[in-house]
T-cell receptor
């Protein structure tokens, strides 16, 4: 079945450590996204990539980095510069449409806790 | 003002009840509209798209009022399994990166 796989599902980090969250999709989608979800808030866009070897900052990119070396993969690194990294991280993808019907498909998420 | 606003709830309803959720959006140039469902500690999943003419999928009816910048979701004959958070989602142009998510409305359906 086609879909998006995120790993790890749960991750604990000590302050000052960098961690990398994996996101792999086999949907053949061009565009991939990383969102952060905090309690009581809507999803906020961290980074997105519309094509291989290119990515753009979203609304809250500070303290995060990404790469897009392969179409299927869009890993997110949470660096020590991110002041409040504890959150639920969601990876998504879609095939861009000029009609505007850009339906996003999500992975199951990674829950990061900083100790 | 938030770009997409929803009543956070929670809505507590008995099985069989009809419940309505509302959502307003601030960008009049928004082009596409959706309701997503998110179960506790899970990822959001598309429930239905929302069209100007209104659309129905079984017990679920979605409506869009572009003039008032208002979206609604009606659930009839609520089931226990409908308990979840419902996210109002608006896309303001071409490109998934222009997708804006509401904070969600929590629904609890009780036996």
């Amino acid at each position: 079945d086609g879909g998006i796989t995120q790993s790890p599902k749960y991750l604990f980090r000590k302050e000052g450590q960098n961690v990398t969250l994996s996101c792999e999709q086999n949907l053949n989608h061009d565009a991939m996204y990383w969102y952060r979800q905090d309690p009581g808030q809507g999803l906020r866009l961290i980074y997105y990539s519309q094509i291989v070897n290119d990515f753009q900052k979203g609304d809250i990119a500070e303290g995060y980095s990404v790469s897009r070396e392969k179409k299927e993969s869009f890993p997110l690194t949470v660096t020590s510069a991110q002041k409040n990294p504890t959150a639920f991280y969601l990876c998504a993808s879609n095939q861009e449409s000029n009609s505007g019907a850009n339906v996003l498909t999500f992975g199951a998420g990674s829950r990061l806790t900083v100790l | 003002r938030k770009e997409v606003e929803q009543d956070p709830g929670p809505f507590n309803v008995p099985e069989g009840a009809t419940v309505a959720f509302n959502c307003t959006y601030s960008n009049s140039a928004s082009q596409s509209f959706f309701w997503y469902r998110q179960d506790c500690r899970k990822e959001p999943k598309l429930l239905m798209s929302v069209y100007s003419s209104g659309n129905e999928d079984g017990r679920f009816t979605a409506q869009l009022n572009r003039a008032s910048q208002y979206i609604s979701l009606l659930i009839r004959d609520s089931k226990l399994s409908d308990s979840a958070t419902y996210l109002c989602v608006v896309n303001s142009g071409t490109g998934g990166f222009k997708t804006i998510f509401g904070a969600g409305t929590r629904l609890f359906v009780k036996a």
